[in-house]
């Protein structure tokens, strides 16, 4: 009678985190408080007055053009600040683009060995 071998206990295979897709990325910025977001990660930013105006604030557009980026983000803000009292509220547009530069070549770096 031969004599069985006794199996190794199969290992799991780690599973490698694919956030390639736009809906995941998507997903995982929901949750980015908008305030500690770089001003390059922005595609626009859409403020909406009380008088029903839209002023849209296209920033990847003012970067390509040579903006720096400190300026920008401070004008911005000193401008937020002084026009407060008219305005309803402000939308920020997150590139997914430049979050995906930035994010996705540190996350392959990271899972590589899982």
């Given amino acids: 009678m031969a004599q069985e071998k006794p199996q ?3 290992r799991r295979r780690s599973k490698k ?3 390639s ?3 995941e990325w998507e997903r995982i910025l929901k949750d980015v408080d908008k305030k500690d977001v770089p001003i390059s990660m922005l595609e626009a930013i859409t ?3 009380k008088d029903g105006t839209q002023v849209v604030i296209n920033i990847q557009e003012l970067l390509l053009e040579g903006a720096d980026p400190d300026y920008l983000r401070d004008h911005i803000e000193e401008r937020l600040d002084a026009l407060d009292h008219i305005i309803e509220d402000v939308d920020f547009y997150i590139s997914l683009e430049e ?3 930035t ?3 540190a996350t392959d770096s990271i899972l590589k060995n899982l």
């Fill in 47 to 49: 403020v909406n007055l």
């Fill in 21 to 23: 897709n736009k809906k």
């Fill in 99 to 101: 979050v995906r530069k």
């Fill in 8 to 10: 190794k206990p199969k």
């Fill in 103 to 105: 994010v996705q070549p």
């Fill in 17 to 19: 985190l694919n956030v």
